[in-house]
């Protein structure tokens, strides 16, 4: 695909030089249908990215947006903070009946500010307020948001360093594997927890993603995570599940932990809640924990009335009859199977590739070559972005709703990408 210079001027001069996946897709980008992203001259990408994991049911998709449309047309309440609103009232319901009910989770709702981050940092308050501790167990590699209290809880050394300050009040153990199965399982994390002088101090809850996204894909096996919430109850420790980007059925079921048969004390969910894009944020958290004051956290918008709208919307369309997951699962063989073929012909050259549902990695030798794939992923009009502390691993993170067509198409441009890249 030949791709003329475009005018980027104000961007380069204006916007501050934070920006970052503006660079490695150096377009201006115009509209976006489903799996389809379109630039202001006309040229189409296939996006295995959809917003980070906040684009689950694709770009502008149409059941979500005549929702929308019709609720913005009749002057529905667009700002409401925490007021009762028909439009609230609406998605708690409907996520009441597709999803908790069925899946027997007992939880309270919490609308915290509408970022994943703020998600974060209100369920860490909140197990800190519970149990009358500091300490926070999170993962190596995890990622939990950008904001300070998120931050403490992040292994990536160079977004820690962002923070400019010392982050205190979190202590990191090892991922699943991250010993390369040579140790036990929690052997050190509960040797500290026995010993009074091992310097950790009793913890108030751990946070764990299931799959760790911006850690390069690695996925905790379900032993693994029941393991870890015996742990955790033995230890009276709160278990704080992040589905920010692994919930909403991008590993099969709603939530990723319905895998492992555990019921965490709380639950952090963003990104593809809305089912649009539109910022919104939940914390999820058993009722005797509930022990907030009015008012003790909030947020002007933590009342995103549009996203209660689309996410009604898109539980109601997508979650009522269980086929979501069904597809999610079937689309995740196809692009096992594209990456294993991708694997026997570069032997040498990639480690490994893992995933569950829709969320899948790609990890080279060379850890500049997964940076180089996805630049040649984007000159061949596939958009797939980087994970990992090296950014060492290609990530692919298509909506849930591609069809299969697409998918064959995008992983077969993947695979020329790392051919043409050798």
């Not at 915290?112 to 703020?118: C, D, E, L």
């Not at 403490?152 to 009040?169: C, D, E, Q």
């Not at 009522?320 to 063989?333: N, W």
Request: negative net charge.
């Amino acid at each position: 695909m030949t791709i003329t210079q475009p005018d980027l001027s104000v961007f380069e001069t204006l916007e501050s030089e934070v920006r970052s996946y503006c660079r490695g897709w150096p377009t201006v980008f115009d509209r976006a249908q489903g799996s389809r992203m379109y630039d202001e001259d006309g040229h189409e990408y296939l996006d295995f990215f959809a917003g980070a994991g906040s684009l689950n049911y694709g770009h502008n998709n149409p059941v979500l947006k005549r929702a929308l449309i019709d609720y913005i047309e009749r002057d529905g309440v667009t700002h409401g903070l925490d007021m009762s609103t028909t439009a609230k009232r609406a998605f708690l319901e409907s996520f009441q009946n597709t999803i908790l009910r069925p899946r027997d989770l007992p939880y309270k709702v919490m609308f915290p500010g509408p970022t994943g981050t703020n998600a974060v940092e209100a369920a860490l308050k909140l197990a800190r307020k519970v149990k009358g501790r500091e300490s926070i167990v999170s993962f190596t590699n995890a990622f939990h948001g950008m904001s300070l209290g998120s931050l403490a809880v992040t292994g990536n050394s160079f977004k820690r360093a962002g923070a400019g300050i010392p982050l205190v009040h979190g202590t990191p153990m090892p991922f699943d594997n991250y010993l390369d199965g040579k140790t036990p399982d929690f052997i050190w994390f509960e040797r500290l927890l026995e010993d009074s002088g091992s310097g950790l101090n009793q913890p108030a809850a751990v946070i764990v993603e299931t799959v760790q996204g911006e850690g390069g894909i690695n996925v905790a096996r379900a032993e693994w995570l029941r393991q870890l919430a015996d742990v955790c109850k033995r230890w009276d420790m709160l278990l704080i599940v992040d589905d920010i980007q692994m919930g909403c059925g991008r590993t099969g079921g709603f939530f990723s932990f319905e895998e492992a048969g555990i019921v965490p004390d709380i639950v952090t969910v963003s990104k593809s809640i809305s089912g649009y894009g539109l910022p919104f944020a939940l914390t999820l958290f058993k009722p005797e924990l509930d022990v907030w004051e009015p008012g003790e956290h909030n947020g002007t918008f933590r009342g995103n009335n549009p996203a209660f709208v689309t996410a009604a919307a898109a539980l109601d369309a997508y979650w009522a009859d269980g086929q979501m997951e069904k597809q999610t699962l079937a689309r995740g063989e196809q692009v096992e199977q594209a990456l294993k073929a991708i694997r026997a012909e570069h032997p040498g050259e990639t480690v490994e590739y893992r995933g569950r549902g829709l969320v899948w990695g790609l990890e080279f030798r060379d850890k500049e070559r997964a940076g180089k794939v996805a630049h040649r992923a984007f000159e061949l009009g596939l958009l797939i972005e980087t994970s990992g502390p090296e950014s060492e691993v290609v990530k692919l993170l298509p909506a849930l709703t591609i069809t299969q067509e697409e998918l064959d198409e995008g992983l077969r441009t993947l695979a020329r990408a790392v051919r043409e890249t050798a």
